[in-house]
């Protein structure tokens, strides 16, 4: 329990920084302690209530509503996808999912680190990006292998990349949730858990906040990296 709320702490404080980064961090150390179900319906509250704050807090710093309209649609088609694997995989192959969902994040992440993408290709890209996004979410219960390094790939501004992304993260658990009910994944206990992990959560963004606009990007973006590239590595030992 200590190691569940230290990591949801400091999934808040990167949240409140660079407006993402949850379910980076908290699936993978969830799926670890008890199976990937868990982590994925435990997440529930903080993916739609902190996502939503975060869409209020920079409604003025968003990307064109066609654009995002396009970006969350698909993504909620692909979570239906998605949620059918997680019921339909067993526990083995759905913790190497998302072991490999983090080895994706970081390959894309420190080949692209230096790319930028024009609108004009990123309009072309939406909708097969945004499935791919929702796949992931739903199977996974990460999508930024898609979602956030497509994003990072337009170079936007630190508003208007955690306002959009936060849209599409907002949008596609609206989907997920119910999805999950059907599948009688989200339990009533499962739900009391969810809304705790939103509450530790929201405690911990607005220092995140603060250090997000006091200290580089960059420094956030590491300490994820490593955090992932250990974490991956112990998944796959485990299951082997």
Known sequence: MFIAIITLLIAGIVKGAIGSGVPVIVVPVFTMLYNVQTAIAV???????SNLIQVWQNRRHLLPLRFLAAFSLA????ILVGTWG???????LLSLGVAGAIVLYLVIKLLKRKMAMPMDVARRLVLPVGFVAGILQGAAGMSAPA???FLNAMRLERRVYIGSISVFFGAVTVVQAPALLVTNIL?????????????V????????????KRLPYVWFDNLIMLLLAGIAVKIITEVF
Not at 187 to 199: G, N, W
């Open 75 to 78: 993504g909620c088609a692909g």
């Open 201 to 212: 959560i929201a405690l911990a963004m607005p220092l995140g906040a603060a250090l997000g």
């Open 187 to 199: 339990t009533l206990e499962l739900a009391a858990y969810s809304m705790a992990a939103f509450v």
């Open 43 to 49: 997440l529930l509250a903080s993916n739609l209530f």
């Open 86 to 92: 997680l019921v339909a995989l067993s526990h083995d």
């Open 147 to 149: 979602s956030i390094t």
